[in-house]
């Protein structure tokens, strides 16, 4: 295919969140054509999974100056600025609607099995820039069908692919024959059914960010209730003074605030700490559940168990293209260094976009939480001006993909995630600081207009998209919203 006739290709975008909506209404402003692949049945699935969770964000942070100018017209109206947004207001509110003014530029129940160039498999070097992409799909009719694309953008988040119980990394043993007695996502305890799962019994929470602060907060909320009700809290480190986040010093008052409940619920006996506890199985106690530990030690007796250890990438779909992506975070190589929990717990990522997103294959891009691989604090802002830059970039305009810089909101605790076997002492690398503006560079965030995301489309993350729990490098202060 010669240039010119790849040029008239569309872009793909994979995945219709939060960024991947973004990125479509960036698109159309450079006057570029995108198709939005998503594979659930309505705009922004994930997020609708988390629509019983507020976000950290006011409605003045969550919404894309792009997809703004798409709906004026249709006479949609923002929400008041300073209100905090369920995640199902997000979606019904601005989302959808979205999805709506794009129209048949978005297709549903369009799951994408693969990724590769026209005629050339990840070996083959010849020719391969001149080829388009060929993105396959399967249909929830089990169809297939293969299209062309002279982009891709892979805005899918990491929702779908929670972390296991297990210490490192991998599921402890036994956890998938108690799957039925696991959760991995905040459970939504306005729903009857749910209520009663939880409610008068004794549940291990596993993780430390704001997803397992939610999950303490709520089960706190229904012991007052439901007597009995009662959480195990499983933490692979110590307890130390940023365990609960930046409290009151936190600039997303709302993730300081459930830092700060699931403090009380701990203190107020509704939630019992295990610390330095790396789960390696699970094992059945008649019709309960006992976690044990990397080194013997045994849970109390529980009736559930809910899993939140922070999100990661699915590369599958991509195994066909030359990815480079960070041995660690799977992220890419270029942003890696800005994001390694291991060195930031807070602050600010250095300005980044096209270029840092780049890979070997030419124009593609992982964006939004995805782009962050298994690293745990993203911001909304951050993803809508990764694909800003991208949709730049993609049109020829280097100049304004060039003109990306992040000021982030402190969480009142700086320096690294801890030492891994102590969780008193931090890191080097402070990072509560903002860089000095550069020549040329637009600052398009500050502290007064900043939101969390957490998957790209995931939840409590998350304009926060997934809130991101405990990982192994990850800083325990609570992830992005």
């Not at 706190?220 to 933490?235: K, N, R, S, V, Y």
């Not at 506890?277 to 529980?302: N, Y």
């Not at 992506?325 to 980044?352: F, K, M, W, Y």
């Not at 690293?375 to 949709?391: H, N």
């Amino acid at each position: 295919m010669n240039a010119s006739a790849a040029e008239q290709l569309p872009v793909v975008v994979i995945g219709a969140g939060p960024v991947g909506l973004a990125a479509a209404a960036h698109l159309i402003e450079y006057g570029t054509e995108p198709v939005v692949l998503e594979a659930g049945p309505s705009a922004a699935t994930a997020v609708r999974g988390w629509s019983h969770v507020r976000l950290f964000s006011q409605w003045a942070e969550v919404i894309d100056p792009a997809a703004e100018k798409l709906l004026a017209p249709t006479g949609w109206v923002r929400p008041g600025a300073d209100v905090y947004p369920m995640g199902g207001d997000w979606v019904a509110t601005y989302l959808q609607p979205l999805a709506d003014v794009l129209g048949g530029r978005v297709r549903y129940d369009a799951r994408v099995t693969g990724v590769a160039r026209a005629g050339r498999d990840r070996i083959v070097d010849a020719d391969r820039e001149a080829q388009p992409f060929t993105v396959h799909l399967e249909h929830a009719d089990g169809s297939e069908e293969r299209i062309l694309a002279r982009a891709v953008i892979d805005a899918s988040g990491t929702w779908s692919t929670p972390g296991p119980a297990g210490g490192n990394g991998l599921p402890a043993l036994g956890e998938g024959a108690a799957r039925a007695k696991i959760s991995y996502y905040v459970p939504d305890l306005s729903a009857p059914e749910t209520r009663k799962r939880y409610a008068g019994r004794r549940t291990a929470v596993i993780g430390a960010g704001a997803s397992a602060f939610t999950a303490l907060a709520l089960l706190a909320d229904l012991a007052q209730d439901a007597p009995g009700t009662h959480a195990e809290w499983i933490l692979r480190r110590g307890i130390s003074g940023s365990t609960y986040g930046g409290g009151t010093a936190d600039q997303l008052p709302e993730r300081g605030a459930l830092g700060l409940r699931a403090k009380k619920a701990v203190e107020d006996g509704h939630a019992t700490a295990l610390t330095g506890f790396r789960t390696v199985a699970v094992e059945p106690h008649g019709e309960q559940l006992v976690l044990i530990a990397e080194d013997g030690r045994r849970s109390g007796v529980v009736d559930e168990i809910i899993v939140l250890t922070g999100f990661r990438p699915d590369l599958s779909f991509l195994d066909e293209l030359r990815l480079g992506l960070d041995e660690r975070l799977q992220a890419p190589l270029a942003l890696a260094p800005l994001i390694d929990p291991n060195q930031h717990s807070c602050g600010t990522v250095h300005p980044h976009g096209a270029r840092e997103l780049a890979h070997p294959e030419k124009d593609v891009y992982l964006v939004g939480m995805k782009s962050y691989g298994r690293a745990p604090t993203f911001l909304a802002l951050t993803g809508y001006e990764q694909v800003r830059s991208i949709a730049a970039a993609l049109a020829g305009d280097h100049e304004a993909a060039a003109r990306v810089e992040l000021a982030l909101p402190e969480t009142g605790v700086c320096g690294g995630a801890g030492l891994f076997d102590d969780p008193g002492a931090t890191q080097g690398g402070g990072c509560c600081s903002v860089p000095a503006a550069e020549p040329g560079v637009v600052t398009l965030g500050t502290a007064s207009r900043l939101l969390t995301l957490g998957t790209e489309e995931s939840a409590g993350t998350v304009g926060c998209c997934s809130a991101p729990a405990e990982t192994e490098a990850s800083a325990e202060t609570g992830g992005c919203c």
